[in-house]
């Protein structure tokens, strides 16, 4: 069964810290993308990385980065945790647009990072 | 800049009835469109992936359709379950060289009613 797999489902945090949400694939995919849920905006995405040490800036990535050292891992870091960065985190993969063998991008997405910042 | 919506935010139904979702985009410019279920503290599942140059997609009780022209898509659900509660969202991909993003919509609560 493939998979997408975030490494802590709840964290807790203090103001400050610096924060590693972990995501790692099975499915060999080239695209994964980090977004954050919140009640009534919706999805939003903060990064994404098309290929290893690849990656663009998504509709809010202040406050955030990212590293892609390895094709199935894909990390997001808080530099300095604030509260306003208390969220659903979701990671998520899927293959590159316009495979020759005209595979779909499905979205496969992890099963979330709860973080609270106090 | 592309706005996905969704109307209505929540809907509830008797268990058994046939219901259809919305979903409306501003930019009709899109590579696909797709429909994922999200149950209360999860991630999302993808259901169904609708190409540009398609009308519709099916599995099983689900149906999904797309009228890029118009912006709009549906999910149809035949004969609702219990089961099928949870969060609806649909999310358009504009195509951009080399890479990819998607746009959500914010989503209809379902509730099915035992």
């Known amino acids: 069964d493939v998979k997408v797999t975030q490494s802590s489902r709840y964290l807790v945090k203090r103001t400050g810290e610096k924060v590693f949400l972990e995501c790692v694939q099975d499915m060999d995919h080239e695209n994964m993308f980090w977004y954050r849920q919140d009640p009534g905006l919706g999805l939003r995405l903060i990064y994404f990385?098309?290929?290893?040490?690849?990656?663009e800036k998504g509709d809010i990535p202040e406050g955030y980065s990212v590293s892609r050292e390895k094709k199935e891992r894909f990390s997001l870091i808080l530099e300095s945790a604030s509260t306003n960065q208390t969220s659903m985190y979701l990671c998520a993969s899927s293959t590159r647009t316009g495979r020759s063998d005209g595979g779909a991008n499905v979205l496969t997405f992890g099963a979330g990072s709860r973080l609270t910042v106090l | 800049k592309q706005e996905v919506t969704q109307i209505p935010a929540a809907l509830s139904v008797p268990e058994g009835e046939n219901l259809v979702l919305n979903c409306s985009f501003t930019d009709s410019a899109i590579y696909n469109l797709q429909w994922f279920r999200q149950d209360p503290g999860k991630g999302l599942t993808s259901l169904l992936l609708?190409?540009?140059?398609?009308r519709e997609q099916t599995s099983g009780r689900l149906n999904a359709s797309l009228d890029k022209s118009s912006g709009r898509s549906t999910l149809y659900i035949a004969a609702s379950q219990p089961g099928d509660s949870a969060t609806y969202l649909c999310a358009v991909t504009k195509r951009s060289f080399g890479n990819e993003k998607l746009t959500f919509g914010t989503g209809t609560r379902l509730t099915i009613i035992p």
């Open positions: 609708i190409q540009s140059s398609q």
């Open positions: 990385s098309y290929d290893v040490k690849m990656k």
